[in-house]
T-cell receptor, first 113, second 113 residues
Framework: EAQVTQNPRYLITVTGKKLTVTCSQNMNHEYMSWYRQDPGLGLRQIYYSMNVEVTDKGDVPEGYKVSRKEKRNFPLILESPSPNQTSLYFC????????????FGSGTQLSVL | AQSVTQLGSHVSVSEGALVLLRCNYSSSVPPYLFWYVQYPNQGLQLLLKYTSAATLVKGINGFEAEFKKSETSFHLTKPSAHMSDAAEYFCAVLPGGYQKVTFGTGTKLQVIP
């Protein structure tokens, strides 16, 4: 089954404790992206990747890192999480941009205390 | 830069009534336009997309949207609401040749029995 898998589904952590949210897709997609969803703000892009070893900042990259060492994986790293990073995070992938739809993971609800 | 405006963060309709969710966009070049739906505790799923082939686009679950260039609009409609349509709906724009999808802030649809 074609899918984007995110882990964990829920995560509670404390300020400053490094964490990684994993994202994996099994569709051989070139394009992958991370979004955060906050009430009243919709989805805002954090980082995206056009292919292996090619990443770029989205609208709200501060406090986040990503890497794309393999085509299928695109982890999101919070080196020193802060309470303002409490949010619902989504990973998405696509064959390429230009009219193709995004496939979304089920989301990761992160709470930073 | 592109942007999307969704009028009405919450819309309530009676079961069987017309659903109309509004979306206006701005883009410096001809865009691709999308409507995504998010059911509770799930990721986003594509409802329909406009890629310049036809101005009236039909999607899944009886939804359709019409691209109106003169009004820079891409409103989503469904003739008769069903209880299962209760969800949050997001409009998104991708300017042609660009790599960034911009989402609106979302509209929560409530269907009243």
């Amino acid at each position: 089954e074609a899918q984007v898998t995110q882990n964990p589904r829920y995560l509670i952590t404390v300020t400053g404790k490094k964490l990684t949210v994993t994202c994996s897709q099994n569709m051989n997609h070139e394009y992958m992206s991370w979004y955060r969803q906050d009430p009243g703000l919709g989805l805002r892009q954090i980082y995206y990747s056009m292919n292996v070893e090619v990443t770029d900042k989205g609208d709200v990259p501060e406090g986040y890192k990503v890497s794309r060492k393999e085509k299928r994986n695109f982890p999101l790293i919070l080196e020193s999480p802060s309470p303002n990073q409490t949010s619902l995070y989504f990973c998405a992938s696509s064959t390429r941009l230009g009219g193709e739809k995004l496939f979304f993971g089920s989301g990761t609800q992160l709470s930073v205390l | 830069a592109q942007s999307v405006t969704q009028l009405g963060s919450h819309v309530s309709v009676s079961e069987g009534a017309l659903v109309l969710l509004r979306c206006n966009y701005s883009s410096s070049v001809p865009p691709y336009l999308f409507w995504y739906v998010q059911y509770p505790n799930q990721g986003l799923q594509l409802l329909l997309k406009y890629t310049s082939a036809a101005t009236l686009v039909k999607g899944i679950n009886g939804f359709e949207a019409e691209f109106k260039k003169s009004e820079t609009s891409f409103h989503l409609t469904k003739p008769s609401a069903h209880m299962s349509d209760a969800a949050e709906y997001f409009c998104a724009v991708l300017p042609g040749g660009y790599q960034k999808v911009t989402f609106g802030t979302g509209t929560k649809l409530q269907v009243i029995p």
